[in-house]
């Protein structure tokens, strides 16, 4: 039972360059989520979705685009990588989305962008 | 702008004794609240949920919850060197395209041997 994974588990990239963060849950879950965490700021929320072809923007959108066109994927893309984007990248997904529904979270993505 | 803050940090116990970890929210519509643990360098793993005021008990941990005064707090007992974790309290709240939970920065704590 694998749960929750991402891909790749550390990157580097340049300034510009696209980068596509993975995520898969085997558990079947409504919800899914992408939070980046930094010093001095905790996790926060980027984008979320809710079923396949639905998502919504988070705290911090800007610069990144979500999709999801099957329940058990939710890539995230930096389509053009800044600096300022180098942090952990956590996916997490719940059940059903309620307020009282745990997320689960991936072991997170390391990404440096040079 | 919904806000989640927890006592600044780090804190340090000594093996046995209780720590005691304390967060606050702005968002007076919030309807659940989370405590995660993580370890340096992992993700971060659900350990105590609380949705009601008064204490919830659960081993070691208990999480206490005052939605007059804002306040979730995380006692933990006995406290032990592989305790030693980052604690990160979460908010939940509806939104209307499903929760949404908004997480502290985290408090670091540290037991001694």
């Known amino acids: 039972d694998a749960g929750i994974t991402q891909s790749p588990r550390y990157k580097i990239t340049e300034t510009g360059r696209q980068v596509t963060l993975m995520c898969h849950q085997t558990?079947?879950?409504?919800?899914m989520f992408w939070y980046r965490q930094d010093l001095g700021h905790g996790l926060r929320l980027i984008y979320y979705?809710?079923?396949?072809?639905?998502?919504d923007k988070g705290e911090v959108p800007d610069g990144y685009v979500v999709s999801r066109s099957k329940t058990e994927n939710f890539p995230l893309t930096l389509e053009s990588a800044t600096r300022s984007q180098t942090s952990v990248y956590f996916c997490?997904?719940?059940?059903?989305?309620?307020?009282?529904?745990?997320?689960?979270f991936g072991p997170g993505t390391r990404l440096t962008v040079l | 702008q919904k806000e989640v803050e927890q006592n600044s940090g780090p804190l340090s116990v000594p093996e046995g004794a209780i720590a005691s970890l304390n967060c606050t929210y702005s968002?007076?519509?919030?309807?659940?609240f989370f405590w995660y643990r993580q370890y340096s360098g992992k993700s971060p793993e659900l350990i105590m949920s609380?949705?009601?005021?008064g204490d919830k008990e659960d081993g070691r941990f208990t999480a206490q919850l005052n939605k007059a005064s804002q306040y979730v707090s995380l006692l933990i007992r006995d406290s032990q060197p592989s305790d030693s974790a980052t604690y990160l309290c979460?908010?939940?709240?509806?939104?209307?395209?499903?929760?949404?939970?908004?997480f502290g920065e985290g408090t670091q704590l540290t037991v001694n041997p």
């Open positions: 558990w079947s879950h409504s919800y």
């Open positions: 979460a908010v939940g709240s509806e939104e209307t395209s499903g929760s949404r939970l908004t």
């Open positions: 979705s809710a079923a396949a072809d639905i998502t």
């Open positions: 609380i949705y009601s005021n």
């Open positions: 997490a997904s719940s059940h059903s989305g309620t307020s009282t529904d745990t997320q689960y």
């Open positions: 968002d007076r519509g919030s309807q659940s």
